[in-house]
């Protein structure tokens, strides 16, 4: 089963950027759909963004408008989120996990995760 390790978590000020990664163990990561996922603390998970196995067809939450960009790097074992124009609310713990539905928005589509990294972005 592949297992899954976040990092890129930091502190930044609103409008800075933040480039998560997340690496695979396994030569089948490249099989896999991939995305990415939020929680804040009181807060369900939310989903942010999500791409297929080789790099195409990403799709986002509704809140992202455009400031995220999710990619991959199947050579690397490796996916990344980056994100631009980052406000205070979008400090969380970030997930990455194997999208067992690709198209799907729920945290059930997907699995297994990594541990998370933190983002925290102050005004």
């Known amino acids: 089963q592949v297992q899954l390790v976040e990092s890129g978590g930091g502190l930044v000020q609103a409008g800075g950027s933040l480039r998560l990664s997340c690496a695979a163990s396994g030569r089948t990561f490249r099989n896999y759909d991939m995305g990415w996922f939020r929680q804040a603390p009181g807060k369900e998970r939310e989903f942010v963004a999500a791409?297929?196995?080789?790099?195409?067809?990403?799709y986002y939450g509704d809140f992202v408008k455009g400031r995220f960009t999710i990619s991959r790097d199947n050579a690397k074992n490796t996916m990344y989120l980056q994100m631009d124009s980052l406000k205070p609310e979008d400090t969380a713990v970030y997930y990455c996990g194997v999208l067992r539905k690709f198209g799907g928005l729920d945290p059930v589509d997907f699995g297994p995760w990594g541990q998370g990294t933190q983002v925290t972005v102050s005004s």
């Open positions: 791409i297929n196995w080789s790099g195409g067809t990403p």
